[in-house]
């Protein structure tokens, strides 16, 4: 009996593959009572059941069979390992721009999983490099992996660790732009993060993911990845980015001001979009076409490595939705446990019902922070046309005009640990995070 690789499979499924001789890797063709499916034998997650055999087909896609309707498997191929190709080695005398690329972790650095039959973040920033090799014609890239995580496990002290070794790239004064890697589900608050932390930036921080892993035919990471990087290099302009799929067809790259931009998809490639404003550019064609409609005022890429670093945030800060139902003892609830501000999700124009009007008094009273955000994605904070949002004033309770929510979490916690008067702070826009005009047909 040939020795195979169980790849988590046992029981039937086991038994099954070690009577065919196949192993996780192996390419197969599967013959059932009505059908044959030809693709590469997958791995079974360890707490799955026994009676499902996993296929990988041609378009990248994962498909199970019965292993009571199996009649026959066939081995086409053996499996071979994963490789990744060794990067190409770039040289000083290539007179390239110089990039540092800053991995830390998300789909744009996953690859299969032969254990689970999923992705996870294994790619370092160098095996990134070999795998877009037109990365080489544009810039010479410094790679280092910093962190290796999926966003949902960041944290506020991932956000220091981060902008504190941006600011030490930055500050050597020999790089043209830093790339950050990052996983998309958290990266627009990561963005806003930096976009705080680091102020006065001398050259573009780009951060970049991707929705569909490398695996797949439908992956995004290559065009995401070039594209930052030649925003990077070409951009006129300085401060912190976030750099993803214009749309769902591959011709172009968006590049989003950090503090105005939101995940607005599950799964698209174009999930990304800039609220309330325009984006500032598209990369296409290798070239960046700056967006003239751009309501952001950007600051112009500098030749120094000066860069005014305040890296700490405090997360005693709530991010509450209201909702119809909602129960004023979570307002209660985070002021007593110590929370130092809380951001509301308010309806509409920034509203929240009269039953909590007692909660945030009585927060506010206590020195906690209450700003309004609206949970509506276009449009502004406006307190000041119904009674709600007039009394809501009266308590002391801040308007954030058009500053999204996760920005305004972010901003919070960064406020909290550097501003002297955090509540003055809120208020103003320090990083375009609160617009001056939203387009028209926004409006």
């Not at 963005?191 to 993911?209: C, E, M, R, T």
């Not at 058009?402 to 406020?415: G, Y």
């Amino acid at each position: 009996m040939a020795k195979h690789d169980s790849g988590g499979y046992r029981g039937a499924g086991l038994e099954l593959l070690s009577k065919h001789g196949v192993s996780v890797g192996d390419s197969v063709k599967i013959a059932t009572e009505d059908s044959e499916t030809s693709g590469v034998l997958m791995p079974r997650y360890e707490l799955a059941s026994d009676d499902h055999i996993v296929v990988k087909l041609k378009s990248g896609y994962n498909i199970g069979i019965q292993v009571g309707r199996i009649k026959s498997i066939t081995k086409l191929q053996k499996g071979e390992p994963a490789t990744i190709a060794k990067a190409p080695e770039i040289t000083e005398g290539k007179n390239l721009p110089k990039i540092a690329l800053i991995s830390t972790g998300g789909t744009i650095a996953s690859k299969i999983d032969y254990r689970t039959g999923g992705v996870r973040a294994a790619l370092s920033a160098s095996e990134l490099y070999a795998s877009v090799p037109e990365l080489a014609t544009h810039a010479s890239i410094d790679p280092e992996v910093l962190l290796s995580e999926y966003s949902e496990n960041l944290k506020p002290e991932h956000w220091t660790m981060i902008a504190e070794k941006v600011a030490e790239k930055v500050r050597t004064g020999k790089y043209s732009g830093i790339v950050v890697s990052h996983g998309t589900d958290t990266m627009h608050y990561t963005a806003a993060a930096l976009s705080f932390a680091l102020q006065n930036l001398p050259i573009p921080v780009v951060l970049v993911g991707a929705q569909r892993s490398s695996d797949r035919p439908s992956s995004d990471a290559a065009l995401n990845l070039l594209g930052a990087t030649i925003f990077a290099i070409k951009s006129e302009y300085a401060g912190v980015f976030v750099a993803m799929h214009a749309g769902t067809s591959d011709d172009a790259v968006a590049c989003h001001v950090g503090t105005r931009v939101r995940k607005n998809h599950t799964s698209r490639r174009d999930a990304f979009e800039s609220i309330d404003v325009t984006p500032v550019a598209l990369v296409r064609n290798g070239a960046v076409e700056m967006q003239e409609k751009s309501e952001i005022k950007l600051a112009k890429r500098r030749s120094d490595g000066n860069v005014d670093a305040k890296t700490k945030f405090d997360d005693r800060v709530a991010l509450l939705k209201y909702h119809p139902g909602f129960d004023p003892k979570m307002i209660a609830h985070a002021a007593g446990a110590g929370y130092k501000a809380i951001i509301l999700e308010g309806t509409g124009l920034g509203h929240v019902s009269k039953e909590c009007f007692p909660a945030l008094q009585k927060a506010v009273d206590a020195g906690v922070i209450v700003c309004m955000t609206s949970q509506c994605i276009w449009g502004r904070v406006r307190m000041t046309v119904y009674d709600t949002g007039r009394d809501l004033l009266g308590i002391g309770v801040i308007p954030l005009s058009d500053m999204i929510s996760e920005a305004a979490t972010v901003k919070a916690m960064w406020a909290l640990a550097n501003a002297k008067d955090a509540k003055k702070v809120m208020q103003e826009s320090i990083a375009n995070e609160i617009s001056s005009s939203i387009p028209i047909e926004k409006a």
